[in-house]
T-cell receptor
Framework: QKEVEQNSGPLSVPEGAIASLNCTYS??????FFWYRQYSGKSPELIMF????GDKEDGRFTAQLNKASQYVSLLIRDSQPSDSATYLC?????????????FGKGTKLSVKP | NAGVMQNPRHLVRRRGQEARLRCSPM?????VYWYRQLPEEGLKFMVYLQKENIIDESGMPKERFSAEFPKEGPSILRIQQVVRGDSAAYFC??????????????FGPGTRLTVT
């Protein structure tokens, strides 16, 4: 059973701080990793994807991938109250299930003004 | 540049009725995925379709659920004889395609199904 694990939180950080969100996955063959943001009652919004070991930066967001440790993280710099949402880590299947994404249950982030 | 479109946004059905959920992918996308999100649960994959083909339905319940993506028109997720446990948010996502590269999936606004 392929699994993606996230700390459910809530993770509370003050405005302007760095928020660090973590995710582990069970399938060592996984190749592609995604971070989605989901506001309450809304649909998931893709914010980052990464498939090579190391860091990938996009504005205030940095995704980090370590395939040896089966670990992927998302850093949000200069956190804003508008970043308060649930962050979903997703891993793309491969082989017979190449198309679908396997999601973690999400980490709820709260940024306090 | 229209995103993924889903309708209806809210659907109320009585137990035993049929629910039909529609999804039009983003322009230029030919791959459609359906996911279900139960209250306080994570997103669960249901089915992956290309035009006129079901590629992977490993997440679809064996009974009462079916999906199609015809040559013309939107993808449809059909739930027959709905039960209260089917109440959930159903999301459709689309991508340009799959292969050895990374193909991001973009989600529609979802259909909130309530079974009374």
């Amino acid at each position: 059973q392929k699994e993606v694990e996230q700390n459910s939180g809530p993770l509370s950080v003050p405005e302007g701080a760095i928020a660090s969100l973590n995710c582990t996955y069970s399938d060592r063959g996984s190749q592609s990793f995604f971070w989605y943001r989901q506001y309450s009652g809304k649909s998931p919004e893709l914010i980052m994807f990464i498939y090579s070991n190391g860091d990938k930066e996009d504005g205030r967001f940095t995704a980090q991938l370590n395939k040896a440790s089966q670990y992927v993280s998302l850093l949000i710099r200069d956190s804003q109250p508008s970043d308060s949402a649930t962050y979903l880590c997703a891993v793309k299947g491969y082989g017979g299930s190449q198309g679908n994404l396997i999601f973690g249950k999400g980490t709820k982030l709260s940024v306090k003004p | 540049n229209a995103g993924v479109m889903q309708n209806p946004r809210h659907l109320v059905r009585r137990r035993g009725q049929e629910a039909r959920l529609r999804c039009s992918p983003m322009k230029g996308h030919s791959h459609v995925y359906w996911y279900r999100q139960l209250p306080e649960e994570g997103l669960k994959f249901m089915v992956y379709l290309q035009k006129e083909n079901i590629i992977d339905e490993s997440g679809m319940p064996k009974e009462r659920f079916s999906a199609e993506f015809p040559k013309e028109g939107p993808s449809i997720l059909r739930i027959q004889q709905v039960v209260r446990g089917d109440s959930a948010a159903y999301f459709c996502a689309s991508s340009p395609g799959v292969g050895t590269g990374v193909y991001e999936q973009y989600f529609g606004p979802g259909t909130r199904l309530t079974v009374t």
